[in-house]
């Protein structure tokens, strides 16, 4: 068990609570099996260890007189771009495949193959539709939904001659792709390409390894992870302000407690269907609930949250802490971000652990398979196993800690624009007068070898200081939320530009703009305010972060964004650091290809002074204030 002081933990009280109540109940948690991990493998640390083939395994010595070469004679430059290659194609691989979901229930309901999902934006279906190049004028909502599914299932080949959304790239961008012939070609075409290349014996170049991972990441920012965001607000409802609940407290002690976490809104928007059914919720009362509670964890909370407002109890290091609460009766799971610890922890308790995804199966889990079909009845059966382990629930273990904080939510691009009043114009005016000086998206996950939520948190109160808007994504949300910063009170806690802005308009300084796949409509939004300004994305006083980040698909949103043009500061090194071409290329030799570059900083004051210094660069050669 873990032995260091709370403290050392997490920021938050309510994790702290839970992490004491599990040494008590003697559930083991991620800190836990951290400790037991460490002293980590320095080798792999650097991203010089290779088992690409049976030649190996094999790793590089980089202080010693150790081995300098592989058994195939790849040399450490080689084996970090392979190995960061792909990782980068995982990361994009699991949103676009995600986003692949998405299109094949826009389909089926196109075909009239569902009636358990259907379109509830249809102004954006056609708005879309139209802006990829369909015709929509005189067309029923199911043709035009058919049309549009069968033009994103191509951008997952490669048969037309250019991705669905490239036409939303600025053209000086487009120019620079082109340049270095990075332009993404097909979200499939590009993750299967890297797999190929990094096969022994196929590309030995680090150089020409690293920007084909630029390519297939730009495949998943404007790609695969933009088509998921798009169809969800077509399927689902597109975002608009709206406040909510954030933190442990979330969970009612009285109720049946269900979760949901993952990604997908396609299993969650149906238990919330559900949870809302009047049958359902007196067979609760019936078991002697008082009633049926729902709330997001991760990603799949964020979709809820921000088009729903359902409550969120916590990011990604409070999964297994939800749990150990001892008051919630079932997680339901869809995929990514699911420690398969989580059905072990709630083996400890009364609770269950259910899986719903054909791609997605845990050993010891209840699973209960959704499709297009079946998905209502699906999520009724669900609820009925929530009541009814309701009835095992041990009352004696319950505890919760806290109470629910308040946040906002729901800033879609969309919505964000008609609090603007219609267009850019009053956010680019703001910008041109130095009220904001800039736009820093900081997003990303939580990293138990980093204190819970500290870094993520704190960096957003620096940037906020220096009159820098915050758009928020994915876990950073709830790190955000449960400080208060979501709130447009926290305009006290902003510099005075950014906070009389805020305070004109009644928002806060953090802006919360979803989940993971939806960075996708935050670079959508530097390429609206680039060409609005008829400039590159990488002449815009922005940046991003990542504070916390643990996973590939926070690499491979990374790496758009620095692709994109907007330099990005990573909490924590990626494994590259073996080779020193690579490292070199990642904070320095990429801002001569693409006008960018990462650096890695985990103190959130030092990464607020990394990121001004940009902002204050960009600032000047626009010609503002700095
Ligand atoms: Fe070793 Fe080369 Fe095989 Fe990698 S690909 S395991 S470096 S022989
Ligand atoms: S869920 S990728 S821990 S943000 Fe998107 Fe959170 Fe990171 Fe998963």
């Known amino acids: 068990m873990a032995k260091k002081d709370l403290t050392a933990y997490s920021i938050c009280s309510d994790a702290r609570a839970m992490i004491k109540k599990a040494r008590e109940d003697g559930v083991e948690t991620v800190w836990d099996r951290l400790e037991e991990q460490e002293p980590q493998c320095g080798f792999c640390e650097l991203g010089l260890s290779c088992r690409n083939c049976i030649m190996g395994p094999c790793r590089i010595d980089p202080f010693g007189n150790g081995p300098k070469r592989g058994v195939c004679g790849a040399d450490a430059d080689v084996i970090v771009a392979r190995n960061f290659g792909r990782m980068v194609a995982a990361g994009a691989a699991a949103h676009s495949d995600h986003g692949r979901d998405l299109v094949e229930t826009l389909h089926a309901v196109a075909q009239g193959q569902t009636t358990d999902y259907g379109v509830r934006d249809e102004a954006k279906l056609r708005r879309i539709a139209a802006e990829v190049g369909l015709e929509v004028e005189g067309k029923d909502v199911k043709a035009v939904a058919a049309a549009l599914a069968d033009q994103f299932y191509e951008d997952y080949g490669f048969k037309r001659g250019s991705m669905s959304f490239l036409g939303r790239v600025p053209a000086k961008r487009q120019e620079v792709w082109k340049k270095f012939g990075i332009t993404p070609r097909g979200i499939d075409r590009d993750v299967v390409e890297m797999m190929h290349r990094t096969h022994m014996g196929v590309d030995n170049d680090a ?67 559900a949870v809302r059914d009047p049958g359902l919720i007196a067979k609760a009362k019936a078991a002697g609930a008082a009633g049926i509670n729902l709330a997001g964890l991760c990603c799949t909370g964020n979709e809820l949250l921000m088009r729903q407002g359902i409550p969120m109890a916590g990011n990604h290091l409070m999964t297994e802490l939800a749990i150990v609460t001892g008051a919630v009766e079932v997680v339901v799971v869809d995929y990514q971000c699911i420690m398969p610890s989580l059905v072990t922890v709630a083996g400890c308790y009364h609770s269950r652990i259910v899986t719903t995804s054909p791609k997605a199966h845990f050993t010891g889990a209840t699973h209960v398979e959704f499709d297009m079909h079946n998905a209502r009845q699906k999520a009724i059966e669900v609820v009925e196993l929530a009541i009814e382990r309701f009835t095992a629930r041990d009352q004696g273990r319950v505890d919760i800690p806290g109470e629910p904080v308040d946040i906002m939510t729901g800033f879609s691009n969309e919505a964000i624009l008609t609090a603007l009043g219609g267009s850019a114009g009053p956010l680019l005016d703001a910008i041109k007068a130095g009220q904001i000086r800039g736009a820093v998206a900081v997003v990303g996950c939580n990293n138990p070898k980093v204190k819970h939520d500290y870094q993520n948190s704190n960096l957003i109160r620096e940037c906020i200081k220096r009159d820098l808007l915050v758009l928020v994504t994915g876990c950073v949300t709830v790190s955000a939320g449960k400080q208060g910063l979501l709130m447009p009170s926290a305009a006290d806690l902003a510099g005075p530009g950014l906070s009389a802005v805020c305070k004109a308009l009644g928002i806060p300084p953090v802006l919360h703009m979803g989940s993971c796949v939806d960075n996708s409509r935050i670079i959508q939004l530097c390429g609206m305010l680039a060409n609005a300004l008829g400039v590159d994305i990488s002449d815009l006083p922005v940046a991003a972060a990542a504070p916390e980040w643990y996973s590939e698909k926070a690499a491979t949103i990374g790496l758009y964004a620095v692709a994109s043009g907007v330099f990005t500061v990573l909490g924590l090194a990626p494994p590259i650091l073996g080779s020193k071409a690579v490292t070199d290329l990642a904070v320095s030799g990429l801002e001569g290809v693409v006008g960018a570059t990462f650096a890695v900083e985990g103190d959130p004051v030092k990464a607020a002074e990394l990121i001004d210094a940009r902002v204050r660069a960009k600032r000047k050669a626009l010609g503002l204030t700095p």
């Not at 009612?252 to 928007?269: F, Q, R």
């Open 207 to 273: 150089v020409s390894l690293c920007l084909h991972a630029a390519r297939l990441s730009l495949a998943d920012g404007w790609g695969g992870s933009m088509i998921a965001t798009e169809l969800s607000d077509i399927l689902f409802g597109t975002p608009a302000p709206a406040t909510a609940k954030v933190n442990l407290g979330v969970l009612k002690a009285d109720h049946v407690n269900i979760l949901v976490h993952g990604h997908s809104p396609i299993v969650s928007e149906m238990i919330l269907a």
